[in-house]
């Protein structure tokens, strides 16, 4: 059975910093992308970033390029998203969601599982 | 960046009725269409795929269809546990961008 287990979250300042994990099990972690989608409260969905199975690619979304880094440990089944400076737009549920493919391009990047979410809230 | 609109933003039916969402891209997007379901303070469920194809243990109940720009969701026979609120998205190209969603409610 797929998991994905996501942690880390909890109040922050802004311009603070956070990182989340996402634990995965129940699939060949290394063999597929996972996304991190964000919903902030009352809000739609937002794809945030996604790193490859072999973390050599990643993609941000504009907002939150140059602040947010996402990586991954396959020897642990972990993938990682680091938020710097974070400001009150980024509070939201941010869940963890594994790609149906190694890769995420445009075209094959089909989510089939998703975690439970982790809120981060950013505030003073 | 390619738009993704839903049409209604909501909707009330009774148990058992057939309901239809649409969706609609800003521009071409082939087929690179997903469909998901949320329940309150719940994550998403992954429905369907490329357009038309159901994910694994999703019940054909739920059918997709659509290519370009102009796709729909039909729930056949709505049960209770079938009222949530439903997003598409396409992954069609960078950034991969998800309508308002479409709640549908109990009447």
């Known amino acids: 059975e797929v998991q994905l287990l996501e942690s880390g979250g909890g109040l922050v300042q802004p311009g603070g910093s956070l990182r989340l994990s996402c634990a995965a099990s129940?699939?060949?972690?290394?063999?597929?992308?996972v996304a991190w989608v964000r919903q902030a409260p009352g809000k739609g969905l937002e794809w945030a970033s996604v790193i490859t199975g072999s973390g050599s690619n990643t993609y941000y979304i504009d907002s939150v390029k140059g602040r947010f880094t996402i990586s991954r440990d396959n020897s642990k089944n972990t993938v990682y998203l680091q938020m710097n400076s974070l400001r009150a737009e980024d509070t939201a549920v941010y869940f963890c969601?594994?790609?149906?493919?190694?890769?995420?391009?445009?075209?094959?990047?089909?989510?089939?599982?998703w975690g439970q979410g982790t809120l981060v809230t950013v505030s003073s | 960046d390619i738009q993704m609109t839903q049409s209604p933003s909501s909707l009330s039916a009774s148990v058992g009725d057939r309901v239809t969402i649409t969706c609609r891209a800003s521009?071409?997007?082939?087929?690179?269409l997903a469909w998901y379901q949320q329940k309150p303070g719940k994550a998403p469920r992954s429905l369907i795929y490329?357009?038309?194809s159901l994910q694994s243990g999703v019940p054909s109940k739920f059918s997709g269809s659509g290519s370009g720009t102009d796709f729909t969701l039909t729930i056949n026979c709505l049960q209770p546990e079938d009222f949530a609120t439903y997003y598409c998205?396409?992954?069609?190209?960078?950034?991969?961008?998800f309508g308002p969603g479409t709640k549908v409610e109990i009447k």
């Open positions: 998205q396409q992954y069609s190209s960078y950034p991969f961008t």
């Open positions: 521009q071409g997007i082939n087929n690179f």
């Open positions: 129940g699939f060949t972690f290394s063999s597929y992308a």
């Open positions: 969601a594994k790609i149906a493919s190694p890769y995420c391009t445009g075209g094959s990047c089909e989510i089939d599982y």
């Open positions: 490329a357009a038309s």
